[in-house]
């Protein structure tokens, strides 16, 4: 098993309200749209698939590539024991993919992975994982019936004895990382309950529940952002319950239970989405997928990046992936441990036509 080494910071879980923006963003700030290079992998990536793709450094890339022959549609016809593609290691400096393992990249972090391949037949019984950092992986069968329960922390990959505690709550949760809990949104999952929402909370694991100073439109699932040390909320409530506008906010969450609101420019919002989101050193990354059910908006869709009132575009079409939300933890898009560049999964046209690759952009760039 993995061992974490960040420390328990639950315990000093005192802050319920919402601040205002906290953290401080650095450097100059881009004064027009594309202002960086846009770095390409060349290598084609499953387009409806929740691809992940991480960061190992501050230069290497980790993800799955397709392989000679595999469609980049799969998951109308997917076989839940059939890992396709081949697991690639992406040298961004050097500007080199190199082949890594077999399969299909089911979690990275922090330097650790995990891939799910087949050995013979497509059954359960032939599914293997290769798990760990570079040059100390372990090759084991995967689990199977009759195998001891396990379970895994989705944010960081640590897998661990035992299936995972279920909250005592009758609303839908999302999963933090093992030492954090659950987040509570206060909606019934049985929508017959006649009960109303109750507040938003976090559930610890010893079952102490802390409530939260959100609204239940304001959660829609969560995202941890290792290099800001923050949760992501994935947010439902689109300015002033208008959804003609996106969200006007971008909300994050301490594992101390501090809120910190970083709000957009109304300039962007009032007809722009924010389906993701991330926390860079240069500011806040947000994804618009207006294109998606706009064509007369199509020409706004793509990554943004936000610092204030000041917006720049960084590319168009989709960046990361098409089914990041609920409890989904694979973005398709990640941040560097320096916080200077971002990666992520990008379709260049209507996802059912056009296949997706794997590109990177250094916000830092030409600041080295």
């Not at 919402?18 to 387009?47: M, N, R």
């Not at 090759?139 to 019936?145: G, H, I």
């Not at 559930?203 to 304001?218: A, V």
């Amino acid at each position: 098993m993995r061992q974490l080494n960040h420390p328990y910071w639950l315990f000093g879980f005192l802050v319920l309200g919402i601040s205002l923006q906290a953290f401080e963003f650095s450097g100059p700030f881009p004064t027009k749209d594309y202002p960086y290079t846009i770095h390409k992998s060349g290598e084609e990536v499953c387009t409806d698939c929740p691809s992940v793709v991480a960061w190992l450094d501050n230069d290497r890339v980790i993800f799955t590539r397709l392989k000679k022959g595999e469609p980049f549609l799969q998951m109308k016809t997917f076989n839940p024991f059939a890992f396709n593609g081949e697991t690639v290691i992406w040298d961004t400096k050097k500007d080199r993919v190199i082949p890594y393992h077999d399969g299909m990249l089911w979690c990275s972090y922090d330097g650790y992975s995990s891939i799910f391949y087949n050995r013979e037949k497509l059954t359960n019984h032939s599914v293997y994982t290769y798990t760990g950092f570079i040059g100390k992986e372990i090759d084991k069968s995967a689990w199977k019936q009759g195998d001891p329960l396990l379970h895994s922390d989705k944010h960081t990959c640590v897998v661990y004895d035992g299936p995972r505690y279920k909250p005592d709550t009758p609303n839908w949760t999302y999963p933090l990382r093992e030492q954090d809990g659950f987040i509570d949104i206060g909606w019934k999952k049985d929508r017959n309950d006649p009960r109303p929402a109750t507040s938003v909370g976090v559930i610890r694991p010893d079952g102490t529940r802390i409530n939260l100073s959100l609204t239940n439109y304001d959660v829609h699932g969560v995202w941890w952002d290792e290099w800001a040390g923050v949760y992501i909320l994935n947010m439902f409530l689109y300015g002033g319950f208008d959804k003609s506008k996106g969200p006007d906010r971008v909300l994050t969450l301490h594992p101390d239970g501090t809120i910190e609101r970083y709000e957009l420019p109304y300039a962007y919002y009032w007809n722009k989405d924010t389906v993701r989101a991330a926390i860079t050193k240069k500011g806040i990354v947000v994804v618009n997928e207006r294109a998606n059910y706009i064509p007369a908006r199509k020409d706004t869709s793509g990554a943004y990046l936000i610092r204030g009132d000041k917006f720049v575009r960084l590319n168009d079409w989709y960046v990361g992936n098409e089914k990041a939300g609920y409890n989904n933890i694979t973005r398709g898009l990640a941040v560097s441990p320096d916080g200077c560049k971002i990666t992520y999964k990008h379709t260049n046209g209507l996802r059912e036509n056009t296949v997706s690759t794997i590109e990177m952009i250094n916000l830092c760039e030409g600041e080295e």
